[in-house]
């Protein structure tokens, strides 16, 4: 059976002990930790010192890791925020759905590619598209839907010029059952070209004459906190709001919110997520 205390000299001697009223008995646990403060018990606790010992170790992650990123040093795998991905967290895997590196991005709002527009639907959860939301890809008349398909469509940016900057279509090709974009689904209506994505034809209360606008157009708002919000004049020759992004409210979109809707700018009037920008960028 072990032993629960150690006799030992009053004074400290470990010489032995031979008179029972000059002693003093001490719990093993505090030998063992006298043992562990010892110069040799520290050894053992070194890393790879002594027989048995402890061994301590990180493993690295990817070079970069730390410039977006959070280093797991017991897998050695970086840890992204939302939107990025890689090994150091350096693809930007929102690009397409942002206008700034600001925008927290949004599904409804990217993008040229009908598998992409899945992922991002499901990267969101839960985002989706409209039947009837027209979109539009960067590209011009002059060279159309070829010409739109042949250049990168890594942003969201509404452009400051889109008659001569955008090709709109009426609806993305998930709902013609095409996987890219084609002549054939060029939008043509001038009621709803160059405007705004919100509106909807068959929807009654989605026919306002509401117009998207350049960031640039709600400069009042710091561009709508440089892109946490789109920018729209919710009515003709009215000064441009910002529409915040789900996450993000006020009139430049600059207070975080924890709420369900999306905010109207400074007219505080909400609308549940969903009913967005709707098509937006495709």
Not at 69 to 83: A, F, K, V
Request: charged share 20%; proline share 7%.
């Amino acid at each position: 059976m072990l032993a629960t205390s150690l006799i030992l000299p009053d004074r400290g001697r470990v010489t032995g002990c031979h008179a029972r009223h000059n002693c003093v008995a001490l719990p093993l646990s505090a030998l063992l930790l006298a043992v562990l403060l010892s110069a040799s018990g520290r050894r053992l606790l070194e890393p790879g010192g002594g027989s048995g010992g402890v061994v301590q170790g990180r493993k690295p992650c990817a070079r970069g890791c730390l410039d977006r990123g959070n280093c797991n040093y017991e897998t050695g795998r970086c840890e992204c925020p939302w939107g990025w991905r890689g090994e150091a967290c350096e693809v930007d895997f929102l690009a397409a759905c942002r206008q700034t590196p600001d925008d927290p991005g949004h599904a409804t709002a990217c993008t040229a590619s009908t598998a992409r527009i899945r992922t991002a639907a499901t990267y969101f959860e839960g985002g989706r598209w409209t039947p009837g939301s027209p979109c539009w890809l960067y590209g011009n008349n002059a060279t159309g839907t070829a010409g739109a398909l042949g250049r990168p469509q890594n942003s969201s940016r509404y452009p400051e010029n889109p008659e001569a900057e955008t090709i709109w279509y009426e609806q993305i090709p998930i709902f013609y059952n095409k996987d890219t974009y084609d002549e054939s689904m060029r939008l043509h209506d001038p009621k709803r070209l160059y405007r705004s994505p919100i509106h909807r034809p068959g929807i009654p209360h989605m026919q306002d004459d509401h117009i998207a606008r350049p960031l640039s157009h709600c400069s009042d708002s710091h561009n709508c906190s440089n892109g946490r919000g789109y920018c729209m004049e919710w009515e003709p020759g009215a000064p441009s709001q910002c529409f915040c992004h789900l996450g993000w409210r006020g009139p430049s979109c600059s207070d975080v919110s924890t709420g369900l809707h999306r905010d109207k700018g400074s007219g505080g009037k909400g609308e549940e997520e969903g009913g967005g920008l709707g098509g937006g960028k495709c």
